[in-house]
């Protein structure tokens, strides 16, 4: 199994002056983390150049939050996946709940961006999960499920794609989902990518998203089958964000 990741998700904050001192503040403390974790920010898309400036020789890979699923043409305000690539970003967050709500993105969208990042050498963190509505009515599992059908193309386990679990209901909130409902999730999602990939669907990284924090991080990082964490809130203040990685496991 490979190392876990940890990716900070900056959501849309962060002017210049905030974005590098944070990305300034993560490289200097990061000497005093294990290195047992992968580590990955993703600014938003203005202070991308930034964080691979600051960023540059440190342990931190530097991603996006979202990309079009063209190469490039008429599609004014978007970004596509080589011009992320050309920045030096190397992953690229794809199909966040955020986006899937503000944005109605559908399935199928989020499968044509993860070809098309995969296609600019862009390691791709898919996001599923259900909202709260849906796992009252017991709907978590159709739901993931079918995400999962949806959004990752042919192949997709054959290549470094990374899954994030992130419950709606958990993001922002302050409630994580509890450790036996993220292993229950995990299990299935593992399952899940095995019948649609086969043995590939083994090597896939399944991280979890929703409320980490630097108190909770060991807990749901020693979780059976968790990859890894998706940190929003967290991933704002540098202390928090080396906490977790601190917390991660080789
Ligand atoms: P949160 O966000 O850590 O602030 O809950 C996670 C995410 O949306 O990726």
Redesign the pocket.
């Known amino acids: 199994m490979s190392r876990q990741l940890i990716a900070g998700?900056w959501?849309m904050n962060g002017l210049t002056a905030d974005a590098d001192g944070l990305a300034q503040a993560l490289r200097d403390g990061v000497g005093q983390v294990g290195d047992a974790a992968e580590l990955v920010v993703c600014p938003p898309f203005t202070q991308i150049a930034g964080a691979v400036r600051i960023l540059a020789g440190s342990r931190f890979a530097v991603g996006g939050q979202d990309c079009h699923m063209a190469a490039k043409g008429a599609h004014t305000g978007d970004i596509a996946a080589p011009m992320l690539r050309d920045l030096g970003a190397t992953h690229v967050?794809l199909g966040?709940?955020?986006r899937r709500q503000n944005h109605k993105e559908l399935d199928e969208t989020v499968r044509e961006k993860v070809v098309a990042a995969t296609e600019a050498g862009l390691v791709p963190i898919v996001?599923v999960g259900e909202t709260e509505d849906q796992r009252s009515a017991d709907g978590h599992e159709d739901t993931v499920g079918w995400q999962i059908k949806g959004s990752l193309p042919h192949g997709f386990a054959d290549g470094p794609g990374v899954v994030?679990y992130?419950p709606v209901w958990?993001?922002?909130?302050g409630r994580t989902a509890t450790g036996d409902d993220v292993a229950t999730m995990h299990a299935f999602i593992r399952a899940e990518l095995v019948r649609q990939f086969g043995d590939a669907g083994h090597g896939v990284r399944i991280l979890y998203?929703?409320?980490?924090?630097a108190g909770n991080a060991a807990a749901l990082l020693a979780v059976p089958e968790v990859g890894g964490a998706?940190?929003?809130?967290?991933?704002l203040a540098a202390a928090d964000f080396l906490a977790i990685a601190a917390a991660a496991r080789g």
Do not use: D, F
Not at 209 to 213: D, E, R
């Open positions: 998700n959501k967050i966040h709940s955020e996001c994030a992130e958990a993001i922002g909130t998203g929703g409320s980490v924090n998706l940190v929003g809130g967290a991933s």
